[in-house]
């Protein structure tokens, strides 16, 4: 089946600090899509990437859309601790009917 | 709110019993979808609905599980004869079917908060 890789698993930052995580596939996507969850809730879509190549940004979150169409990117500015949760890509399987997830990378900020 | 909807929240059972979550979608969506989560992993795919048509199921864990979707509005999801392999999270989500001029748009999924099931 459809995979999705990312990295890093977890991260334990300083408020203040950027943080970057990536996503990889085996397959092309034409879509990336990256989401947060925050604990006890569903995940709230943050990005949407329809291009490759494509930079995307949404507050201080940016997200790239690899040229290769198996890979996403997303970067975090100037963290602070609400943007502690775990960050999932996601990307359409067969035919664009079946979003497929990641196994999140989960980010701890420290005040 | 016109966020989509999931009831209950939390729900404990006993192994053996059925148990059925409630979905109520974005109304201007007519595609929705069951997601599985357990512990540290992401969402996995169950089964997804367009206006009243099941048009995958495949992906359910197992006879005991169903969903159905009789008016094309809301949807349930049953489980049969529950295992403690069962518990997890339950997610729905609705979305926008493929659009002409903008058939990506069917990716974009708005999720509920979640049926949580614990079984013992």
């Known amino acids: ?111 | 709110d016109t966020g989509v909807s999931q009831d209950p929240r939390h729900k404990i059972t006993k192994r053996g019993q059925n148990v059925t979550f409630r979905c109520d979608p974005i109304s201007e969506h007519n595609r929705l979808y069951w997601y599985r989560q357990t512990l540290g992993q992401g969402p996995e795919f169950l089964t997804y609905f367009q206006n009243e048509a099941q048009l995958e199921k495949s992906r359910l864990l197992s006879d005991r599980f169903s969903a159905e979707r009789p008016k094309g509005s809301f949807s349930t999801l049953e489980i049969q004869r529950t295992e403690q392999g069962d518990s997890a999270m339950y997610l729905c989500a609705s979305s926008f079917p493929p659009l002409a001029g903008f058939p990506s748009g069917a990716n974009v999924l708005t999720f509920g908060a979640g049926s949580r099931l614990t079984v013992l």
Do not use: H
């Open chain 1, 1 to 111: 089946g459809q995979q999705l890789n990312q990295s890093p698993q977890s991260m334990f930052i300083q408020e203040g600090e950027d943080v970057s995580m990536n996503c990889t596939s085996s397959s092309i996507f034409n879509t990336w899509l990256w989401y947060k969850q925050d604990p006890g809730e569903g995940p709230v879509l943050l990005i949407a990437l329809y291009k490759a190549g494509e930079l995307t940004s949404n507050g201080r979150l940016t997200a790239q859309f690899g040229i290769t169409r198996k890979d996403s990117f997303l970067n975090i500015s100037a963290s602070i601790p609400s943007d502690v949760g775990i960050y999932f890509c996601a990307g359409p399987y067969n035919a664009g009917n079946m979003l497929t997830f990641g196994g999140g990378t989960r980010l701890m900020v420290k005040p």
